[in-house]
């Protein structure tokens, strides 16, 4: 059972738009999110995080958004650019206050920005 | 320069064998993780250590043995491999602290067993 959906395999954008990836979870108990972004033949790279405390968080580019009553968070890239093309996992975790957390991932989104 | 390293990044070997992937970080993080990408590219935590101990530890076959000589390395020893057993395989870590914290992963070990 999945606890973390990523409903979209693929996205393009044009350079210079938005990109929006989304992310839907099923367990109440997890309380921070993270968005991963993974290049072919490398790891998953920390791109931004949000506590369940916020619904807003923003990085340069990068803000993410948490609805916590529809269980949904989404990454918004704006500008899109050709660099972002890669592989977007979002990810939950339970923090509880207990060492050694389980980041639960989607399957994430593959966006490729066209030029 | 790297954070989180592990060796080797290609692994071909044959049904039966018994083999490790070694894991090391230098970010001074307290916790390590294993984490297995199937072939459907999900992402799966098989364990984790914090300080040398085992926290979380999923539902894997017996045949698969972490070992953390101390706190910068999380080797992962597979005993028997198994055709099912071909993943890409990731290591990570995070600095350890109540509430909220990023793993940071290595680039990957690709197993094949044929």
């Known amino acids: 059972d999945q606890q973390v959906k990523q409903n979209s395999p693929s996205l393009s954008v044009q350079e210079g738009r938005i990109s929006i990836l989304n992310c839907d979870y099923t367990n109440s108990m997890f309380d921070y999110f993270l968005w991963y972004k993974k290049y072919p033949a490398e790891g998953p790279t920390f791109l931004i995080s949000i506590s369940s405390i916020k619904d807003k968080n923003e990085d340069g580019r990068f803000t993410v958004f948490l609805n916590k009553s529809a269980k949904h968070l989404s990454l918004h890239i704006v500008p899109s650019q050709p660099g972002d093309s890669a592989v977007y996992f979002c990810?939950?975790?339970?923090?509880?206050?207990?060492?050694?957390?389980?980041?639960?991932f989607g399957p994430g989104t593959r966006l490729s920005v066209l030029p | 320069d790297t954070a989180v390293s592990q060796t080797p990044k290609y692994l071909v070997t044959q049904m039966g064998n018994d083999k490790s992937i070694k894991c090391e970080q230098n970010l001074g993080h307290d916790t390590m993780y294993w984490y297995k990408q199937d072939s459907k590219k999900f992402l799966k935590i098989m364990f984790s250590y914090n300080n040398k101990e085992l926290i979380i530890n999923e539902t894997v076959p017996n045949r698969f043995s972490p070992k953390s000589p101390d706190k910068a390395h999380l080797n992962l020893h597979i005993n028997s491999l198994e055709l099912g057993d071909s993943a890409v395989y990731f290591c990570?870590?995070?600095?350890?602290?109540?509430?909220?914290?990023?793993?940071?992963f290595g680039q990957g070990t690709r197993l094949t067993v044929v």
């Open positions: 990810a939950a975790s339970a923090s509880g206050g207990n060492y050694g957390q389980n980041f639960v």
């Open positions: 990570a870590s995070s600095h350890e602290r109540q509430g909220f914290t990023e793993a940071f």
